[in-house]
């Protein structure tokens, strides 16, 4: 797995430290929901069962650098 500067930035935040690499590794290989944004990021979500919680993971378009993740409390699903 590979991690922009900003990923790692944002990684450090109190509220996105708890964030686990598994989990992130989770949501890449078992996304419940893929979408391509417009400048070809790829945003993929899947729930963490331990935390009860949906995870967006953000990647580059290479689909496998990771650009962001975080707890997305505004996810509606399809």
């Not at 930035?9 to 590794?25: F, K, T, V």
């Not at 400048?39 to 993929?44: A, N, Q, T, W």
């Amino acid at each position: 797995m590979e991690f922009t500067k900003y990923f790692d930035y944002m990684r450090s935040r109190p509220d996105r430290s708890q964030i686990r690499l598994e989990w992130i590794a989770q949501v890449m290989e078992n996304p419940e929901k893929v979408q391509v944004q417009i400048d070809g990021r790829i945003r993929m979500w899947g729930k963490i069962e331990e935390e009860g919680k949906i995870l967006r993971v953000i990647l580059l378009e290479d689909g496998k650098t990771v650009h962001n993740a975080f707890f997305d409390r505004g996810y509606k699903g399809d």
